[in-house]
């Protein structure tokens, strides 16, 4: 089982930036995705930004050129770095882990609120 702990969220200014942070623990070495999803009150959750093992990475249109998602294997981590925020952007933060089993694993969230 795979343990996902998310950390960097916080109040930003419109067109500030944040960096979030999600480290993998358990069966880590079992991972071939990681990602980020997010959820906005009285929205649906959505996909943010998936990286996966090779590096390949995509992106939700709202977010493209704006978030990075990378990712540290020797740490087990996953990082998205989001430049440019709006208002729009403002959720809760969720990482997310897919493994070799076909589990997905999920982080407890963190809020990213982007208001002036």
């Known amino acids: 089982q795979v343990r996902l702990v998310e950390s960097g969220g916080g109040l930003v200014q419109p067109g500030g930036s944040l960096r979030l942070s999600c480290a993998a623990s358990?069966?880590?070495?079992?991972?071939?995705?990681m990602g980020w999803y997010r959820q906005a009150p009285g929205k649906q959750r959505e996909s943010v930004a998936r990286?996966?093992?090779?590096?390949?990475?995509n992106y939700a249109d709202s977010v493209k050129g704006r978030f990075t998602i990378s990712r540290d294997n020797a740490k087990n981590t996953v990082y998205l770095q989001m430049n440019s925020l709006k208002p729009e952007d403002t959720a809760i933060y969720y990482c997310n882990a897919d493994d070799l089993l076909g589990s997905r694993s999920w982080g407890q969230g963190t809020q990213v609120t982007v208001s002036s």
């Open positions: 990286i996966f093992s090779g590096g390949l990475t």
């Open positions: 358990g069966s880590a070495s079992s991972i071939y995705a």
